[in-house]
């Protein structure tokens, strides 16, 4: 026990309440996107990572270099592994949709930079630990904002996938022609017959970012020739 209290320091449960803090401003806007990562699993990783930077730094000098026996360790050994390790939960939240469009990659970027987090405030680096968070919620959330009201155009539309079913081949030409007068770009088209003799109209098209899905799908509505109508996005 008293080599325990030797040993103890206060500055290490600073360490984990100030990488816990910062944690849960990650999950937390993670939280309120409804992500993947939340606020239990960004703690976890975020403490979980202090803890181990901490054990690696404090092992390298518990053990210290004798005359019978020469130890020497690198004080970020384990740090190193978190980095490589954490990888499998980041793997876990990237999805693939049936529109072959990839999503959670920003959550997956977010797991490891709450460990990154965690690993700096664990090595004692708390303003670059408090920076990074704040630079990384400002980059998730205000320059993407900034850059669809500054940037190019092709910054302000989004990607919709829209699922048509036509009655009549002839019909094809005027439905597109009909979405392009709806200010709706078109950058991928794939034409199938079903075996009930109609015809699946697969696009994906970009629209302006201030339109809604309802209002999308409210204008591909007025087309009289669309027989059944599938908007995802």
Same mark, same amino acid.
């Given at each position: 026990?008293?080599?325990? *209290? ?5 500055? *290490? ?6 990488? #816990?803090?910062?944690? /849960?401003?990650? =999950? ?15 703690? +976890? ?6 803890? /181990? ?7 390298? $000098?518990?053990?210290? #270099?004798?005359?019978? +026996? ?18 499998? !939960?980041?793997? =876990? +939240?990237? !999805?693939?949709?049936?529109? %072959?469009?990839?999503?959670?990659? @920003?959550? #997956?970027? *977010?797991?490891?930079? #709450? ?6 405030? =664990? ?11 704040? /630079? ?31 009655? %009549? ?5 005027? +439905?597109?022609?009909?979405?392009? %007068?709806?200010? *709706? @770009? ?30 999308? $799908? ?10 059944? @109508?599938?908007?995802?996005?």
């Amino acid at each position: 026990m008293q080599v325990i *209290m030797e040993n103890f320091d206060i500055e *290490m449960i600073v360490k984990l309440l100030i990488s #816990a803090i910062l944690g /849960l401003a990650i =999950g937390l806007e993670r939280e309120l996107k409804r992500k993947p990562l939340g606020l239990k699993t960004s703690l +976890v990783i975020s403490i979980v990572s202090c803890l /181990l930077t901490i054990v690696s730094i404090q092992a390298a $000098y518990l053990f210290p #270099a004798s005359d019978v +026996v020469k130890i020497q360790m690198d004080p970020l050994r384990l740090a190193a592994q978190i980095v490589s390790g954490i990888g499998f !939960l980041g793997a =876990g +939240v990237i !999805l693939r949709k049936e529109d %072959d469009t990839i999503s959670g990659l @920003t959550t #997956a970027a *977010m797991v490891w930079g #709450a460990a990154g987090i965690g690993i700096a405030t =664990g090595a004692g680096f708390y303003i670059e630990a408090i920076a990074g968070v704040v /630079l990384l919620i400002v980059s998730v959330e205000l320059i993407p904002v900034l850059i669809k009201l500054i940037g190019f155009q092709k910054l302000h539309s989004k990607e919709i996938s829209l699922k048509l079913i036509l009655k %009549d081949r002839n019909d094809i030409r005027g +439905v597109i022609q009909a979405l392009q %007068d709806q200010e *709706m @770009t078109i950058d991928y088209i794939h034409i199938k017959e079903l075996d009930d003799q109609c015809y699946l109209l697969d696009l994906k098209v970009q629209v302006s970012y201030r339109n809604s899905t309802s209002d999308i $799908y409210e204008g591909v509505s007025k087309i009289d020739t669309i027989y059944r @109508t599938e908007i995802s996005g």
